[in-house]
């Protein structure tokens, strides 16, 4: 009687479930033996389409830029102002926070800051994503300081670094279940803390 074949991998279903393992239990942590028998599939199964443990962690940091960043970065690209482009980038990654279904932390800014990937695909992977997200706020920034939203000697080698840096603290502060008031307070904090060129004035309508 034939075994027959075995059961294929859903990546659809399967990456969330794969990114929960690593985000929860850090690449050390997870195995693929666990993951493999939460999918309900051999290993095999997972090297064949994912390939050896390297590549599917890279995965699941893909997915994870998908799921919890990449809505972010469309508020920076699609926004009017920079002000409202961080205003909607920052409640992306509140609302992350709040979720309570899910782990603390950033788990691509955490997996960059082990320093256990300096070579491979996973630290290509973090490098890209990482990469982009600078790109995307130097792109905004620089845009501000051209349009007069922010000061015009505004260093925007330093704003960038600034403003990703507040991702990382909220990614801290995550792990101490703040609260919502808590989280928008952080926020408010550092929007206020950005070089905003003051409001332009304009003469009243029908004044002399």
């Not at 490098?127 to 982009?132: F, K, P, V």
């Not at 501000?144 to 600034?162: K, N, Q, R, W």
């Not at 919502?180 to 409001?199: E, H, I, K, T």
Request: net charge negative.
């Amino acid at each position: 009687m034939s075994a027959g074949r075995p059961r294929a991998l859903n990546l659809e279903t399967a990456m969330p479930v794969i990114l929960r393992h690593f985000w929860h239990d850090g690449y050390g942590g997870a195995t693929l033996d666990q993951i493999a028998a939460e999918l309900g599939v051999t290993k095999p199964t997972l090297y064949r389409t994912l390939g050896e443990k390297e590549a599917v962690f890279a995965a699941a940091l893909g997915t994870y830029h998908q799921t919890y960043i990449a809505p972010a970065e469309r508020h920076l690209e699609q926004a009017a102002t920079l002000r409202a482009a961080l205003a909607g980038f920052f409640a992306v990654f509140v609302d992350r926070i709040l979720d309570d279904d899910l782990p603390g932390g950033c788990f691509l800014g955490d997996s960059a800051m082990t320093g256990r990937f300096s070579t491979g695909p996973i630290a290509a992977t973090i490098q890209r994503l990482q990469g982009g997200l600078a790109s995307l706020v130097e792109l905004r920034v620089a845009a501000a300081v051209d349009d007069g939203e922010l000061e015009p000697a505004t260093s925007v080698a330093a704003v960038v670094p600034f403003v990703l840096g507040q991702v990382s603290a909220l990614s801290a502060i995550s792990r101490s279940s703040p609260t919502q008031s808590q989280l928008d307070s952080v926020v408010g904090y550092m929007l206020a803390g950005l070089p905003w060129a003051p409001p332009r004035w304009s003469r009243p309508s029908g004044s002399a």
